[in-house]
């Protein structure tokens, strides 16, 4: 058994050349399963965790390594299975062979499976729960198979997680990694082991056995030592003693834009990085960064050029970026790096050799140009500030759904044999995720005072067209950053040209247009308007001018509008009775059949209308949801129809909904976390939408507190504004700030956003028991006119305070969600100036919001309103006692 599952191992290996061990050696059975996790630095370094399990070890690459955080997801990728004699094992596999590089023994000891299935039927049903008894690792971890490998690519992706136990911590969980930086069986460094330096690791697999420990992986002999002996790692001089002449720069080459990846063979995809592209150039050690014009920018980014001055003399295509906390490239966060001289941690990620040393390498296939760069950075060392960029020969469509799903911008397809060549052209293409597009800003538009949106164009020929409005996007700490970059460039005069051009209005100010944004946004509208765009931050190494309207190639070689200088807004084409509408990329069936007989206008509203309507208000929406487990309320038939309440997966489920796995519940949960997934709803008929509200990819944490104010027969809505108006003023003086918006029905909802506690977060039963408490001095204080009691005989007159909205599990309607109830009315966001007495629920509806949105402030700082509730729970203690 365990030889036929060595196949697949035996078949990557040449045994001639690399000494790993065939399998064929026989391990003793022991009476408990053995675990080994080997810290690996291959093309990439990772941890491979390998489990013993029929005669073998089962085995995944942990790419970021294992952490102690049950908040961290690590990406483990399964592959083939191992011999267990590979666990006495480490050293250097040979340059060359598969897997080349030093392996280091990081961890060993024993498992043993969780739950009453076995393990095979475990990692069969994609979900492998087990405890770990190590060196170092402890306590219970799980195996989640992810959802996306039903595609069927030659690798199975995994996401290995830490269980709440004794053994996890909350914080830096990765910190155990950094921290135990030597063998668990010989006591080596990765260094130490690379040069065959130290004594040899003590067996485990094998004890008192005749195996040699390190004699296959000796990096003393074999391919590794003569690579060695022919160029050193470390001070390595030029491989010619003859001077070299490199070009000061030469004009990268530039991507076709597609929507989707080109199809069939001969096509290699990388990961498109959302950064600055910038060319290297290596030469006597000195190195000089240009951006894509040839600006040299070597003085922005010094720890990357101190890092580069160790290569050999060359020019490298690449991108700089800075990495968020998954380790995602963030173009916001590379932006606040330069502006406040933060520049250590960024990285340079190369994916183009165009010179090594004098030769010229333009003329050769870029997969040759690849390999070549691989083994240059291989050879120059282990710095982490310069990272060679992998490359997929699977199906495009694949790695780009794959790159969605991690929140990447989207790839760039190369030809796998076309020659380097500057400008752009057609045997290099990108296809992004999410639209993205540089604009040049006209104007900014403020609201009461206050900075809230940009108003952008692009240049087709001599013309500055308008684009529309960015209106999201905006920390305070961008805003703070651009405002005056803004008001140094005012003037009185319009720059827009053309009939499209907006007018001036009280609280729109005029900009000379030089400040490039780069946005990103949900396509273009048919009369060149783009939608929900979101601003990412200013560009600096592209001049105004140059930008324009991009025409992203439809697979049918169609063009996506591009804006005209005298365009007038068209109509929404007109659609056959009965034929699909297309709303956000989403096919939308049966799109005349009504959902709500009216929206108080004696007009039905249609699926195809409730699909617009998230399109409308879905910029604004997304950030309240997105992040959270999501519960829907499905009406396919409409309201006369049957309901039915969702919150797991059904077959068919559209790939633009995340799936979420929460402890305590076997199957997973849904989740929208893209603008695109609310049409994606739309077309199942989910007429209402109640996330968790819990902080964004955090179910165990609470986000934010929702009380609940439900009327009882022939109470006036007046009262419950008045009731809302109290709960506000009785939050306020325990330090919180709150938010309010009608429920759809007959309430009102308050909501209180909450920060995290990084160190220590806050449990759910502490967040219910603030809110009972609140609302039962609140019915204490008046018994007349409230209660926390859900017992309808009671309500007749008074106020139900509900505060089980703040539980685990619990959710709330969401902001902005429709209602399934006549009118179709919305969960409308207040500002507390409309809160008042002549306040109707009844006006907002899925007909009416949209409008009434756009010129709303309502919940403009909601984020700024996060607020420590452990401070307030100290603070209604008081009070209480007092009492």
Same mark, same amino acid.
Not at 209 to 226: F, P, R, Y
Not at 434 to 451: C, D, L, M, S
């Given at each position: 058994m365990a030889s036929d599952n060595l196949s697949t191992y035996r078949s990557k290996r040449d045994f001639k050349k690399t000494a790993e061990p065939s399998g064929e050696k026989q391990i003793a059975r022991s009476n408990r399963r053995r675990f080994i996790i080997q810290k690996h630095d291959a093309t990439r370094l990772h941890y491979d965790l390998r489990l013993e399990l029929d005669g073998v070890f089962k085995s995944w690459a942990v790419t970021k390594g294992p952490s102690l955080d049950p908040h961290d997801k690590r990406l483990a990728v399964e592959v083939e299975d191992h011999p267990l004699d590979y666990g006495d094992f480490e050293g250097t596999i040979p340059k060359g062979q598969y897997g080349g590089g030093t392996v280091m023994l990081w961890d060993r000891g024993y498992w043993e499976p969780?739950?009453?299935?076995?393990?095979?039927?475990?990692?069969?049903?994609?979900?492998?729960?087990?405890?770990?008894?190590?060196?170092r690792l402890h306590g219970s971890f799980v195996l989640v198979r992810m959802r996306n490998d039903r595609d069927g690519g030659k690798r199975t992706n995994w996401l290995l997680i830490k269980h709440h136990d004794a053994f996890s911590v909350e914080e830096n969980?990765?910190?155990?990694?950094?921290?135990?930086?030597?063998?668990?069986?010989?006591?080596?460094?990765?260094?130490?082991?690379?040069?065959?330096?130290?004594?040899?690791?003590?067996?485990?697999?094998?004890?008192?056995?005749?195996?040699?420990?390190?004699?296959?992986?000796?990096?003393?002999?074999?391919?590794?030592?003569?690579?060695?002996?022919?160029?050193?790692?470390?001070?390595?001089?030029?491989?010619?003693?003859?001077?070299?002449?490199?070009?000061?720069?030469?004009?990268?080459?530039l991507c076709q834009t597609l929507e989707r990846p080109p199809a069939g063979e001969g096509w290699i995809h990388e990961i498109k990085f959302d950064g600055y592209r910038i060319q290297m150039r290596i030469l006597d050690g000195e190195v000089t960064l240009k951006t894509r014009k040839g600006l040299d920018w070597t003085g922005k980014y010094p720890e990357v050029a101190e890092a580069a001055s160790a290569l050999p003399d060359a020019i490298i295509d690449g991108e700089i970026c800075a990495l968020d906390d998954h380790g995602v490239p963030d173009f916001a966060a590379l932006q606040a790096a330069l502006s406040e001289g933060r520049t250590g941690d960024l990285v340079y990620f190369a994916f183009d050799l165009l010179y090594e040393g004098g030769e010229d390498l333009r003329s050769l296939p870029v997969i040759e140009r690849k390999a070549r760069l691989q083994s240059l950075l291989a050879d120059a060392g282990d710095d982490p500030r310069l990272r060679f960029v992998e490359h997929f020969e699977t199906g495009g469509d694949a790695v780009l759904r794959s790159a969605c799903k991690l929140s990447l911008e989207g790839i760039v397809s190369k030809q796998s044999d076309a020659p380097?060549?500057?400008?752009?052209?057609?045997?290099?293409?990108?296809?992004?995720?999410?639209?993205?597009?540089?604009?040049?800003?006209?104007?900014?538009?403020?609201?009461?005072?206050?900075?809230?949106?940009?108003?952008?164009?692009?240049?087709?020929?001599?013309h500055f067209v308008y684009v529309g409005r960015v209106g999201t996007g905006y920390g305070a700490k961008k805003v703070e950053t651009l405002l005056p970059k803004l008001q140094a460039l005012e003037t009185a005069k319009s720059p827009f040209t053309g009939i499209g051009a907006p007018k001036k209005e009280a609280e729109v100010t005029w900009v000379k247009p030089k400040l490039v944004a780069e946005i990103e946004f949900a396509g273009w509208t048919a009369d060149g308007i783009v939608r929900q765009a979101a601003f990412k931050g200013l560009r600096e190494d592209k001049p105004a001018r140059e930008v324009k309207a991009e025409r992203p190639a439809k697979p049918a070689e169609t063009d996506v509008p591009e804006p005209e200088p005298a365009a007038e807004v068209?109509?929404?084409?007109?659609?056959?009775?009965?034929?699909?509408?297309?709303?956000?990329?989403?096919?939308?069936?049966?799109?005349?059949?009504? $959902?709500?007989?009216?929206?108080? #206008?004696? *007009? /039905?509203?249609?699926?195809?209308?409730?699909?617009?309507?998230?399109? +409308? !208000?879905?910029?604004?929406?997304?950030?309240?949801?997105?992040?959270?487990?999501?519960?829907?309320?499905?009406?396919?038939?409409?309201?006369?129809?049957?309901?039915?309440?969702?919150?797991?997966?059904?077959?068919?489920?559209?790939?633009?909904?995340? $799936?979420?796995?929460?402890?305590? #519940?076997? *199957? /997973?949960?849904?989740?929208?976390?893209?603008?695109?997934?609310?049409? +994606? !709803?739309?077309?199942?008929?989910?007429?209402?939408?109640?996330?968790?509200?819990?902080q964004p990819h955090k179910p165990e944490v609470p986000g934010r507190l929702v009380f609940d104010l439900d009327p009882g027969p022939d109470v006036p809505f007046s009262t419950v504004v008045s009731a809302a108006r109290e709960m506000h003023d009785r939050l306020d003086a325990l330090g919180l700030v709150s938010f309010c918006k009608t429920t759809g029905g007959k309430g009102l909802h308050v909501v209180t956003p909450l920060a995290i506690n990084k160190r220590k977060p806050l449990s759910w039963a502490e967040a219910k028991s603030f809110a009972h408490d609140v609302c039962q001095q609140m019915a204490r204080d008046n018994p007349d006119l409230y209660l926390i009691k859900m017992t309808k005989s009671l309500r007749n007159g008074r106020i139900f305070l509900d505060y089980l909205r703040n539980d685990r599990m619990a959710t709330a309607v969401a902001p902005l969600s429709p209602r399934a109830r006549p009118g179709a009315t919305v969960s409308m966001p207040l500002t507390w100036t409309q809160v008042k007495s002549d306040l109707d629920p009844k006006r907002f509806t899925i007909r009416t919001v949209p409008a009434l949105l756009s010129k709303s402030s309502a919940w403009e700082d909601y984020s700024d309103g996060q607020r420590p509730l452990e401070q307030a729970i100290k603070r209604l203690s008081k009070v209480s006692n007092a009492a």
């Open positions: 969780e739950g009453k299935k076995s393990p095979e039927q475990a990692l069969a049903k994609g979900d492998f729960k087990f405890t770990l008894e190590g060196e969980g990765a910190a155990v990694l950094e921290e135990n930086d030597t063998s668990v069986a010989s006591g080596r460094t990765m260094d130490a082991i690379a040069t065959g330096k130290g004594r040899k690791p003590k067996p485990f697999m094998i004890k008192g056995g005749d195996i040699k420990a390190d004699a296959v992986w000796d990096s003393n002999q074999g391919l590794a030592a003569e690579e060695r002996k022919e160029e050193g790692r470390a001070g390595r001089t030029p491989k010619t003693a003859a001077k070299v002449d490199l070009p000061d720069f030469i004009a990268p080459q380097y060549q500057s400008g752009r052209t057609d045997s290099w293409a990108k296809s992004k995720c999410r639209a993205g597009h540089e604009v040049v800003i006209g104007a900014y538009a403020k609201t009461n005072g206050k900075f809230r949106s940009l108003l952008v164009g692009v240049y087709r020929g001599d068209k109509a929404r084409p007109a659609r056959r009775k009965g034929a699909k509408a297309e709303v956000m990329g989403v096919m939308i069936s049966n799109p005349d059949k009504p $959902l709500w007989p009216d929206a108080n #206008d004696r *007009k /039905p509203v249609t699926k195809e209308e409730l699909a617009r309507y998230y399109e +409308a !208000v879905g910029g604004w929406m997304i950030a309240h949801i997105e992040g959270r487990p999501c519960s829907i309320i499905r009406a396919p038939d409409g309201l006369g129809g049957e309901q039915f309440f969702q919150r797991h997966a059904m077959p068919g489920t559209s790939n633009l909904l995340e $799936l979420v796995k929460v402890f305590g #519940d076997k *199957k /997973p949960y849904l989740q929208i976390d893209r603008v695109e997934g609310l049409a +994606a !709803v739309a077309q199942i008929g989910a007429v209402e939408l109640h996330p968790w509200n819990c």
